[in-house]
T-cell receptor
Framework: QKEVEQDPGPLSVPEGAIVSLNCTYS??????FMWYRQYSRKGPELLMY????GNKEDGRFTAQVDKSSKYISLFIRDSQPSDSATYLC?????????????FGKGTKLSVKP | DTEVTQTPKHLVMGMTNKKSLKCEQH?????MYWYKQKAKKPPELMFV???????INESVPSRFSPECPNSSLLNLHLHALQPEDSALYLC??????????????FGPGTRLTVL
């Protein structure tokens, strides 16, 4: 079993839809959870960063972490064509090599006008 | 300013060439990273520098040689690469390493093609 599982998609939605992206993980030492957005041939851009369980909201984006289920989600409300990108979940533990980022495979999202 | 810059944007090199990739950040971060990303794959960690010292080397072949001349600069020296080394090379930085609440910010990457 891989440490981080993420459905690679592709996921295609109409403009204005609510998008739900998810990752599961197996390592209970993970404490910090991130979502990155990566446009084609560009570097990853940090979207959301959460510590431990709970919700975090930033504009149209909401990140949820459920450590008991080892499950994280990113919701995008009122999706726009400019949201079309690959979304990578990433997570890590604390310190040393445990603190290295472990990425999911990424989900490719396409928002159609 | 949360910008990490990388030069060059694109690089084509032969297997016998020597070239270098450069990364710079002015956020006062003390940890810097090199990642390699193949098409449709997530980034893979290569090296971590913390306070200008190499702290993690993820079993990377010696044809890749990192260097951290100061806290703002990170180089990756390339020599005798193979075609399978063609990839997007990403630099990232964070406040002070892999402890605590340390966001990693990525640069735009250098797209390397080895002929």
């Amino acid at each position: 079993q891989k440490e981080v599982e993420q459905d690679p998609g592709p996921l295609s939605v109409p403009e204005g839809a609510i998008v739900s992206l998810n990752c599961t993980y197996s390592n209970s030492a993970f404490q910090y959870f991130m979502w990155y957005r990566q446009y084609s041939r560009k570097g990853p851009e940090l979207l959301m960063y959460t510590y431990s369980s709970g919700n975090k909201e930033d504009g149209r984006f909401t990140a949820q972490v459920d450590k008991s289920s080892k499950y994280i989600s990113l919701f995008i409300r009122d999706s726009q064509p400019s949201d079309s990108a690959t979304y990578l979940c990433a997570m890590r533990g604390y310190g040393g090599s445990q603190g290295n980022l472990i990425f999911g495979k990424g989900t490719k999202l396409s928002v159609k006008p | 300013d949360t910008e990490v810059t990388q030069t060059p944007k694109h690089l084509v090199m032969g297997m016998t060439n020597k070239k270098s990739l450069k990364c710079e950040q002015h956020m006062g971060h003390r940890a810097m990273y090199w990642y390699k990303q193949k098409a449709k794959k997530p980034p893979e960690l290569m090296f971590v520098y913390s306070y200008e010292k190499l702290s993690i080397n993820e079993s990377v072949p010696s044809r890749f040689s990192p260097e951290c001349p100061n806290s703002s600069l990170l180089n990756l020296h390339l020599h005798a690469l193979q075609p399978e080394d063609s990839a997007l090379y990403l630099c990232a930085s964070s406040r002070d390493g892999t402890s605590g609440y340390n966001e990693q910010f990525f640069g735009p990457g250098t797209r390397l093609t080895v002929l």
